[in-house]
């Protein structure tokens, strides 16, 4: 399920200055992430607040680009779709205003009714949030492994399924083809205890060549 997390809570990440102490310790361990640093000059922390509206937006932004999910996550604003309440009163019909495709409709009406105690799921350590979030409808070890990297702020988390992460590192390290998700796993585990560091950076160096292919 999520093979690559760490069994404790570990490392929080809360400020600009935890990311630099991991970017740090990354560019010592794996010099080749040190022209990713240099390029980026900080990395963004990208930390919301963890709850329902959160786990909503994360399953809102299930395969889609980064422009539909910004726009999907604007119709949310828009439409007050950030509590249970809102979402059960707004039913499939505000679902559907606001973007969401069939499938996550029932995703996100059946989130409504999970019962999700996400108080005590901040004190659980990494592996176990991920089996309760995995245990919820719709979603799976990569809305778990976001949650836990941009919610819960977990130091040692890569989301080694994420095809933008995969191109990312096959970029970075001149592999000869994109690396599986176990092959990314495998790869990360060289980058603990900051994996969602290493996670940010690579995020952070894809956007860098999705612009410079702009540029061609």
């Known amino acids: 399920m999520a093979g690559n997390l760490v069994s404790t809570v570990g490392r ?17 361990t794996e010099p080749r992430f040190a022209p990713v640093m240099e390029a980026v000059e900080e990395l963004p922390l990208r930390l919301k607040p963890p709850g329902f509206a959160a786990l909503l937006d994360i399953i809102a932004s299930q395969q889609v680009s980064v422009a539909s999910a910004d726009a999907i996550r604007a119709r949310m604003l828009a439409a007050g779709l950030v509590d249970e309440t ?18 996550k409709i029932r995703y996100a009406l059946a989130l409504c009714d999970a019962g999700l105690d996400y108080d005590a799921m901040a004190a659980l350590e990494d592996a176990e949030v991920a089996r309760v979030l995995c245990q919820q409808m719709g979603i799976g070890p990569w809305s778990a492994e976001i949650y836990l990297m941009f919610c819960l702020g977990r130091a040692d988390v890569m989301a080694s399924g994420d095809l933008a992460l995969q ?22 585990a060289a980058w603990s205890p900051w994996r969602s560091v290493a996670a940010r950076a690579l995020f952070a160096y894809y956007r860098i060549n999705k612009q410079l292919e702009g540029l061609g």
Request: net charge negative; aromatic share 6%.
């Open 86 to 103: 809102a979402v059960r009163q707004a039913g499939e019909d505000g679902l559907r205003a606001a973007g969401f495709s069939r499938p």
């Open 12 to 28: 929080i990440i809360r400020t600009a200055a935890d990311l630099a102490e991991g970017a740090a310790w990354l560019v010592q």
């Open 167 to 188: 191109e990312s590192a096959r970029i970075l390290f001149d592999l000869p083809a994109r690396p599986s998700a176990p092959e990314l796993a495998a790869m990360a």
